[in-house]
Structure formats: structure tokens, C-alpha cells
């Protein structure tokens, strides 16, 4: 089991910045892949960014690129998403999420490939 919870996320105004984080405890070892999702009220989950563990495999959406950031600190078992030049469209529940399973194509990108989720953290831009 591995238990998640992010932390960082706030109000900012447009064009700002703000680092959220990702606290994996319990059987980290065992985890192979973590990623941020996002989800508007009355929208879809979707895929933010994600990385391997072993730091092989970096993967952004079209939204995102060159905006944001994903890194993680194994020490820590943390993992950060930092977002700069915020748009009012980012605004969502940013969650995080991990998987013991080995990614296989672009499955690290779809939601119902992971298995553990934290319970999300609020980010909200203003225009």
C-alpha cells in the first residue's frame, strides 16, 4: 500500500507560481511511476505530467508544456510539480497518483492506469 498526500496548492494570480508536493509513504519502494492529474468542476480528469522513478521517463500535456515542471526527490519520497506562468484554465483539483506497474506506452497518461491517488489539493488561478 502507499498512501499520498499533495500539499502546496493555493489562490495566485495569473502569471504566477506555485510548487505543489507529493508525500508517497508505505511501500514506496514498490511504486514505479507518479503522476499529476487535474480535474475542473464539471470536467474530465486529465493528465498533467508524470516521471519514472528512476527518473527515465518525463511526460507532459499539450497544456502544460514548457510551463510546468515535474521532478522528484527519492530521499524524500516527494514529488513536486512546479507550475509557473499560471492561466486561469489551470484551475482544477490537482491530484497525485502512483503505480507498482511497469509502464507500457503512453499508459502513464491515463488516469486508469494508477492505482493510488492522494485526495487532491486546490489550485486556483485568477484573471
Known amino acids: 500500500q502507499v498512501q499520498l498526500v499533495e500539499s502546496g496548492g493555493g489562490l495566485v494570480q495569473a502569471g504566477g507560481s506555485l510548487r505543489l508536493s507529493c508525500a508517497a509513504s508505505g511501500r514506496t519502494f514498490s511504486s514505479n511511476t507518479m503522476g499529476w492529474f487535474r480535474q475542473a468542476p464539471g470536467k474530465e480528469r486529465e493528465f498533467v505530467a508524470a516521471?519514472?522513478?528512476?527518473?527515465?521517463?518525463?511526460s507532459y500535456s499539450d497544456s502544460v508544456n514548457g510551463r510546468f515542471t515535474i521532478s522528484r526527490d527519492t530521499a524524500k519520497n516527494t514529488v513536486y510539480l512546479q507550475m509557473n506562468n499560471l492561466k486561469p484554465e489551470d484551475t482544477a483539483v490537482y491530484y497525485c497518483?502512483?503505480?507498482?506497474?511497469?509502464?507500457?506506452?503512453?499508459?502513464?497518461?491515463?488516469?486508469?492506469?494508477?492505482?493510488?491517488w492522494g485526495q487532491g489539493t486546490q489550485v486556483t488561478v485568477s484573471s
Open positions: 497518483a502512483t503505480t507498482e506497474k511497469l509502464a507500457v506506452g503512453g499508459l502513464i497518461r491515463r488516469a486508469g492506469w494508477y492505482d493510488y
Open positions: 516521471v519514472k522513478w528512476n527518473g527515465g521517463t518525463l
